[in-house]
């Protein structure tokens, strides 16, 4: 399957942005569908994950009261909103397709072109 993320930007801190995280290929709703950021310096980190058919949802800890996963399997399509944004949350932001739940960037099969959100304070 191939990914294909958009939707960052900049924004002012306190703001809101909805990532989308297309998808082409093979079946879309055969994968888990996570997203991860990686800020400069920084190693890459688990944000969100869905489950196939978008029941079970999984954030980091310190995201869960800010960020939303989805994902539209008619339009082939994942989402992260992002709200109260913060200065910290700047990163460029990955979404990746894997078997299984997991919060490993190694567990993932398939990677997306990043698209960077950039938080001004």
């Known amino acids: 399957v191939q990914l294909q993320a958009s939707g960052g930007g900049l924004v002012q801190a306190g703001g809101s942005l909805r990532l989308s995280c297309a998808a082409s290929?093979?079946?879309?709703?055969?994968?888990?569908l996570s997203w991860f950021r990686q800020a400069p310096g920084k190693e890459r980190e688990f944000v969100a994950g869905?489950?196939?058919?978008?029941?079970?949802?999984d954030y980091a800890d310190s995201l869960k009261d800010r960020f939303t996963i989805s994902r539209d399997n008619a339009k082939n399509t994942g989402y992260l909103e992002m709200s109260s944004l913060k200065p910290e949350d700047t990163a460029v932001y990955y979404c990746?397709?894997?078997?299984?739940?997991?919060?490993?960037?190694?567990?993932?099969?398939?990677w997306g072109t990043g698209t960077l959100v950039t938080v001004s304070s």
């Open positions: 990746a397709a894997s078997l299984s739940n997991s919060r490993s960037p190694t567990n993932m099969r398939y």
């Open positions: 869905i489950s196939l058919g978008g029941t079970y949802t």
């Open positions: 290929g093979r079946a879309f709703n055969q994968y888990v």
